[in-house]
């Protein structure tokens, strides 16, 4: 079975620091993409970054990186010089690629961020 | 675009009520989604279309629960009669099939059951 776990149900984090989220997965597929979505108060849920499975290389944008580890099926995210409005729910989540797009999501971390 | 759009932003009506959800996916998007997500249990996908197509209902709680995209640009999620556990955030999402790019959601619809 496809399973996508995140261990931490909460993180906190200073202002200005860094934090890092975990999450693994299960699956038999080789070709695939992992995703982390931001889901502020506002419940918008927002993408925040992609990784194909096939590329070696982390995926950054700007302030976020992830730490794709594909033999151990782990993906985490690290957020550097957090910001206030980093505070929200983090989804991890994975789909196969061309089967449909369905997106399977972990439980979700809330991250808070301290002044 | 407008990106995904979803109606009504907020939904109170009384058991045994009948319910209408609805969505309107970005255009070029052949791919569409409806979740459910509660504090319970978290992000649930109720039932998934391609081309307009459903591919997998086997989220949809009951039969009460019915979902139908008559076109591209339109889908409904109906709750006939609704219950109070029904009371959660309905999203609705879409995306290129190939799934590579992510889902792009709408604001989502809270619907509460008294």
């Known amino acids: 079975a496809q399973t996508v776990t995140q261990s931490q149900p909460e993180m906190s984090v200073q202002e200005a620091e860094t934090v890092t989220l975990s999450c693994t997965y299960d699956?038999?597929?080789?070709?695939?993409?992992l995703f982390w979505y931001k889901q502020p108060p506002s419940r918008q849920m927002i993408l925040v970054i992609r990784q194909e499975a096939y590329k070696q290389q982390n995926a950054t944008e700007n302030r976020f990186s992830v730490n794709f580890q594909k033999a151990a099926k782990s993906f985490s995210l690290k957020i550097s010089d957090s910001q206030l409005g980093d505070a929200a729910m983090y989804f991890c989540a994975y789909t196969v690629y061309n089967q449909g797009g369905k997106l399977i999501f972990g439980q979700g971390t809330e991250l808070s961020v301290k002044p | 675009d407008a990106g995904v759009i979803q109606s009504p932003r907020h939904e109170v009506t009384e058991m045994g009520q009948e319910v209408t959800l609805r969505c309107k996916p970005i255009s070029g998007h052949n791919s569409l989604f409806w979740y459910r997500q509660t504090m319970m249990r978290g992000l649930e996908l109720l039932i998934y279309?391609?081309?307009?197509?459903?591919?997998?209902d086997s989220g949809m709680p009951e039969d009460r629960f019915s979902a139908k995209m008559p076109n591209a640009s339109f889908s409904t999620l109906k709750i006939q009669p609704s219950e109070p556990r029904d009371s959660a955030v309905y999203f609705c999402?879409?995306?290129?099939?190939?799934?590579?790019?992510?889902?792009?959601f709408g604001s989502g619809t809270r619907l509460t059951v008294v």
């Open positions: 279309f391609n081309n307009n197509v459903p591919i997998d």
């Open positions: 999402a879409s995306s290129l099939q190939t799934g590579g790019y992510g889902y792009t």
């Open positions: 699956t038999s597929e080789s070709d695939y993409y």
